[in-house]
């Protein structure tokens, strides 16, 4: 059984305009005081964690999840209160339409779709009737999400990932804002495997039956026995939601969340310490296991995360700071315990590894890098060079009067005065070396390349 709600304030599509919530709505300069809806979110999620007991890292997840318009996975055995979780959430959010269902091993794909429109079939067309469907929820929480078979899991993948319901000749924008899925376990088929993996926050939900937990429990469901209506706190707009994800996902050309090379470099270096970590103490646990699979996609996209911690410290920049709040992305929250000890050491790691002087190196070899590709655009097709402030610096240090004398052999020179510490950043500064050397080669002997 599938229920769509609605805000009672919201018009339906058929009353009005919908634009797709996961794109940015028009935007006035109020709707962009960030700190006030900042503020805003904070009040409207904060009250939840005394009313889930034991939920406090999975409601901040879930609250990132909302912030960077991604999907969130949560696996756990029955009675455990993903439901009451994921209702007392939405019912925080006005003007959305949310789609509840619980798959089973039976479920069609009409029951998320929409049934065959039958005026369709007769001309030879099959075609979904995706009104109050699904396709046009803003917010989904989908039950016993493995129970639904492969073919629904792959038109499920569409909507949770690319925001599009494709099947057969039929292809519409979905509106989904944020999904949560739930299960208690995993098939493992090819297509379990991708889909797993389109979920960028995954977390687990076990009970807990010590006495102060269970007592913490019992004084909640006092307040309220069950009822999510009753929670009180306060509401967020799905627009300025809408609007805060849009400034995470850099869709805001008016509005930037910037991130030093060196802070994205720590990112990667955290993440691969942590699988590292994680390989060789499971092996001596397990006896053997393999490295976790961290896709490049996750790697990408845990930049999101790190936006919206900068965002709700009141920051326009991410700083090192924020890198703590990857335990979100990488490690399955509420999950084993030595996932969360192996990112702690990892994040130790990594802050106490690459110091200032080398995070300033990481900072100068980038923009080293990204000089010698606007070099190359300059030679291939005549673009002018940027007048940043890298360039006016090396103007001045190699003598230069005209920004037409500067040339890779001058990047070069930069570079090798470059002297790392750590092996991370050697191993950075080789690989740019290797670059340099091949845009010169390309430009100096006219090698065969498809765009040269």
Same mark, same amino acid.
């Not at 390349?449 to 040269?452: I, T």
């Given at each position: ?18 634009? &797709?919530?996961? *794109?940015?709505?028009?935007? $006035? ?6 700190? $006030? %809806? ?19 890292? /999975? ?12 999907? #969130?996975?949560?696996? @756990?055995?029955? +009675? ?27 479920? #069609? ?19 979904? &009737?995706?009104?109050?469907? /699904?396709?046009?929820?803003? #917010? ?16 499920? /993948? ?19 804002? $944020? ?33 102060? $937990? ?7 469901? +006092?307040?309220?026995? +069950? ?16 609007? %805060? ?18 802070? #994205? ?24 296991? @393999? ?15 790190? &936006? ?8 326009? =920049? ?18 084993? =315990? ?5 990112? =702690? ?29 606007? %070099? ?5 097709? +005549? ?18 009067? *005209?920004v037409g004398d500067l040339t890779f052999h001058h990047v070069r020179r930069f570079v090798d005065d470059i002297f790392p510490r750590d092996e991370h950043v050697k191993q950075l500064k080789q690989k740019l070396i290797g670059r340099l050397q091949e845009l010169t080669r390309r430009i100096d002997f006219d090698d065969d390349?498809?765009?040269?």
């Open positions: 059984m599938s229920i769509i709600s609605r805000d009672k304030d919201k018009p339906s599509p058929a009353e009005a305009d919908q634009p &797709n919530a996961s *794109s940015p709505p028009p935007s $006035t300069e109020s709707e962009l005081d960030v700190e $006030t %809806l900042v503020a805003e979110v904070k009040r409207a999620f904060a009250p939840l964690e005394r009313e889930l007991v034991g939920f406090g890292p /999975l409601l901040t997840q879930a609250v990132y999840a909302l912030l960077t318009g991604e999907n #969130l996975l949560v696996f @756990s055995p029955p +009675g455990t209160a993903k439901t009451l979780f994921a209702r007392l959430l939405f019912q925080r959010i006005d003007g959305a339409s949310v789609f509840d269902t619980q798959m089973s091993k039976g479920s #069609l794909a009409e029951e998320l779709f929409g049934s065959v429109d039958i005026e369709q079939m007769k001309a030879g067309r099959v075609l979904h &009737n995706t009104r109050a469907t /699904l396709v046009d929820a803003d #917010l989904a929480f989908i039950d016993e999400f493995f129970d639904a078979n492969d073919m629904v899991l792959r038109a499920l /993948l569409g909507i949770f990932h690319e925001r599009v319901f494709k099947k057969g000749t039929q292809t519409e924008p979905a509106r989904l804002h $944020t999904g949560i899925a739930a299960a208690n376990y995993v098939r493992a088929t090819n297509i379990t495997q991708a889909v797993v993996d389109r979920f960028l926050f995954r977390a687990t939900i076990a009970p807990d039956y010590h006495p102060y $937990t269970l007592l913490a429990i019992d004084q909640a469901f +006092g307040r309220h026995y +069950g009822e999510r209506e009753a929670v009180a706190g306060g509401r967020v707009p799905l627009t300025h939601l809408t609007r %805060l994800a849009s400034l995470v996902r850099g869709e805001l050309p008016q509005r930037e969340i910037t991130a030093p090379p060196h802070v #994205l470099f720590m990112k990667n270096a955290l993440i691969n310490r942590y699988r590292e970590l994680l390989t060789q103490r499971s092996a001596r646990t397990d006896g053997g296991a @393999s490295a976790p699979y961290i896709s490049p996609r996750t790697y990408a996209k845990s930049r999101l995360v790190l &936006n919206a911690a900068a965002m709700m410290r009141g920051r326009a =920049e991410v700083s090192c700071e924020d890198l703590s709040q990857l335990r979100y992305v990488v490690t399955t929250i509420g999950g084993p =315990e030595l996932e969360a000890k192996c990112f =702690e050491d990892a994040l130790k790691w990594t802050l106490t590894t690459i110091r200032d002087t080398d995070r300033e190196h990481v900072d100068r070899l980038i923009a080293a890098q990204e000089l010698a590709e606007q %070099l190359l655009q300059r030679v291939e097709t +005549g673009e002018h060079l940027p007048r940043t402030h890298f360039l006016q610096r090396l103007l001045k240090m190699f003598g230069l009067i *005209s390349h498809l765009f040269g």
